[in-house]
């Protein structure tokens, strides 16, 4: 079903999308006053891990994210407008990465000029996931020497999407083009309302990955240990060979100490607490314990496992895709270092 939808426009099934819509997970973390559950964004984990597994696309995780920054930043008359109908099917998504790839998010060229109650803006966001189907979108700007955030509807980035290609197939990602765009300023989230939201939707990002990165390297191991069960090789299962045994050992070792990180960050953001190491800690070991598990996931299928008919390549593929989005391990661990061990570091 999934390879189905590669070819798709949107990458993603309509009637899938609507399924989800009726059973309330687009509303898991919107508050119960705007038409959610009230839950938070911590139980979004339980949704991301087995999306990953079967490595489904939806606008999930890009409507979570603009989700987090309305809560996060949005004025009063912000979220009563948006939080309801994200809730109930509409699409978000955030335009939050530079073309020089920086991660941090605070690092922006992309600017905007308030005159007379008007922003113009200008610069090129990266990266946009799901843009094309998103009713808003949450883009990141310099306004006064300061961060912000403008909110943009369809209507405003039409004809300005160019489509990027990426290595996973099933993603859709996007350039905008900002220059010569004018929004009403009243569309502008600014101050320390737009830190909070840039950090809301950098947690939330580092949360759901982890967690599709566990589901991914739960479907690349279950891929693998079928076809070690299956394929023989010299009159027995290639699957009984202590080498190939002891790599799925690994893998799932991998698997638990990954899940592990990813319900213990989201636990933290359930129950209110700072969760900002946790965070970092969780998105650092799923990233490369996902590419780690593709990997032997396509060696461990032969020859056959470096074509495009093989599903293990495909588990490789959304690895490298998770690993560097919203910072890789190397990035991670570098802030880590700050938070642990002090200035000194």
Known sequence: AMRARIGSDTGFDPAHWQTMVDMGWLGIAVPEAHGGSGLGIGACAVLAEPLGRHLLHSPFVATQLAIQGLLAGGSAAQQAHWLPRLATGAIGTVAVFEADGDWDLAALYSQATVRQGNAQLSGQKTLVPDATVADVLLASVLCDGAP??????????????????????????HSLQLDGLAVSAANLITGAAAAQALQAIAQAAWLLAAAEAAGCIAGALAVTVNYLNTRNAFGRKIGSYQALKHGCTDILCQLERVRSHVYHAATLLVVGEDADVALRMAKAEAGDAAVQAGDRAVQFHGGFGFTWDCDAQLYLRRALWLQPWFGDAGHHRHQLAGLLLGAEA
């Open 148 to 173: 912000a955030l403008a909110l943009l509807t369809r209507a405003d980035v039409a004809g300005r999407l160019q489509a990027e290609t990426v290595i996973d197939a099933t993603q859709r990602s």
